[in-house]
């Protein structure tokens, strides 16, 4: 993954691709950042699940941005927040659709034997362990607990 950040960086800068260029920069800052408070505590360098969550949580910033500038009357900064997650969405796995989403559930629901709502963290771990940047974990959230037995 580190590997495709440096090539698409590579890419960006031979194509003159300004907002691309800054957007993989900034994906590698963050890794950076993330690296350094990983060997301050002790663990190596990020994992590819760690990394994917990183991505994800820097498309969510830039949802909440897009959304405050909307509101704020001011299109062309939403639009640069927009691009740039579309830019950090594209390092992501395939999204799982809904049915897919639902199947997992399922799974994990079984898998750790859930019986009500005080299992719901055990249902959301699975789901994290196994499907890192393929599944919307506010959305799986809400799945899991309208697929839980009420009790």
């Known amino acids: 993954m580190r590997e495709r950040f440096t090539t698409e960086m590579k890419a960006a800068m031979k194509a003159g691709d ?3 260029l800054g957007t993989v920069r900034l994906i590698q800052a963050a890794l950076k950042d993330k690296d350094i408070e990983a060997r301050g505590a002790g663990r190596g360098p990020s994992t590819e699940a760690e ?13 909440e941005s897009m959304a405050m500038y909307e ?14 997650a579309e830019i950090i969405a594209a390092f992501l796995p395939q999204q799982m ?7 997992a559930i399922d ?32 959305k799986a959230s809400a799945l899991v607990k309208d697929m839980l037995p009420k009790g």
């Open 71 to 84: 509101q704020g009357g001011r299109p062309e900064l939403a639009q640069q927040e927009k691009e740039e």
């Open 107 to 138: 799974a994990a629901i079984a898998e750790a034997g859930a019986t009500s709502m005080k299992d719901m963290g055990k249902v959301v771990g699975i789901l994290r362990a196994k499907f890192a940047g393929q599944m919307d974990f506010g």
């Open 18 to 20: 300004k907002r691309k």
């Open 97 to 103: 659709n809904d049915a897919d989403t639902r199947a």
């Open 51 to 63: 990394i994917l969550a990183l991505l994800q949580k820097m498309i969510k910033q830039r949802q």
